[in-house]
């Protein structure tokens, strides 16, 4: 069964709206979760690394007022796509892993669609 | 260059054959490999992680060449069950709470 959950699986709504994704890890704790993108046929790209109860660690080129990620409990960490516009939609998919020497197990992702 | 290249493929396979494809990663100091599978819009799933003596996992053999700098990962007796998208994916440190890179995936379809 799944170990990690991400809700909603798909969003369509007009530009200028705030998307808020929620990513859960079902039967672990994760201090860390991972929140990628991905566009059609092109690798996962890294996008923030979410650390529980403290400021997520964007890479290069992410704004972080634009995708806001609050890590508020060892279970549960939220990516909110402020003001989206047609050029975020995308697949946003996380990742977590309840301990070091275990792979990450991805959530099942979430489908933006920004009208 | 890209930190992680696979052949996109695809790569058509009969029913019942062998394919194997490789990936190349660019960082000498990776740690630790995996391969992921990817169905269409779907996420990625963990298939087998790489070790460095090789290692098969039924039908899957993966083997980890480090003086090239590779991965390769070889299907046995292909399922039409197996058609996806094979993603490389390589770490810079030995846990799992490092930064994943990601190959853009290498398509494999079967035919009946």
């Known amino acids: 069964g799944a170990v990690v959950s991400q809700h909603p699986s798909r969003v369509i709504c007009k530009s200028g709206t705030s998307v808020k994704i929620e990513c859960r890890s079902l039967?672990?704790?994760?201090?860390?979760m991972f929140w990628y993108r991905q566009f059609p046929k092109q690798s996962l790209m890294l996008m923030a690394t979410?650390?529980?109860?403290?400021?997520?660690?964007?890479e290069q080129g992410v704004e972080k007022d634009k995708f806001l990620i609050n890590h508020a409990s060892l279970t549960l960490s939220t990516l909110t796509v402020t003001s989206a516009h047609p050029e975020d939609s995308s697949f946003y998919i996380c990742?977590?892993?309840?301990?070091?020497?275990?792979?990450?197990?991805f959530g099942d992702g979430t489908r933006l669609s920004i009208l | 260059r890209k930190e992680v290249e696979q052949d996109p493929g695809p790569f058509n396979v009969p029913e019942g054959a062998t394919v194997a494809f490789n990936c190349t990663y660019s960082?000498?100091?990776?740690?630790?490999f995996f391969w992921y599978r990817q169905d269409c819009r779907k996420e990625p799933k963990l298939l087998m992680s790489?070790?460095?003596s090789g290692n098969e996992d039924g039908r899957f053999t993966a083997q980890l060449n480090r003086a090239s700098q590779y991965i390769s990962l070889l299907i046995r007796d292909s399922k039409l069950s197996d058609s996806a998208t094979y993603l490389c994916?390589?770490?810079?440190?030995?846990?799992?709470?490092?930064?994943?890179?990601f190959g853009a995936g290498t398509q494999v379809v079967v035919t009946p």
């Open positions: 990742s977590a892993s309840g301990d070091r020497n275990q792979p990450q197990h």
């Open positions: 039967d672990f704790q994760a201090t860390t």
């Open positions: 979410s650390n529980e109860g403290s400021k997520a660690t964007y």
């Open positions: 960082n000498s100091a990776s740690q630790s």
């Open positions: 790489v070790y460095s």
């Open positions: 994916v390589v770490n810079m440190v030995s846990d799992s709470w490092g930064k994943l890179q």
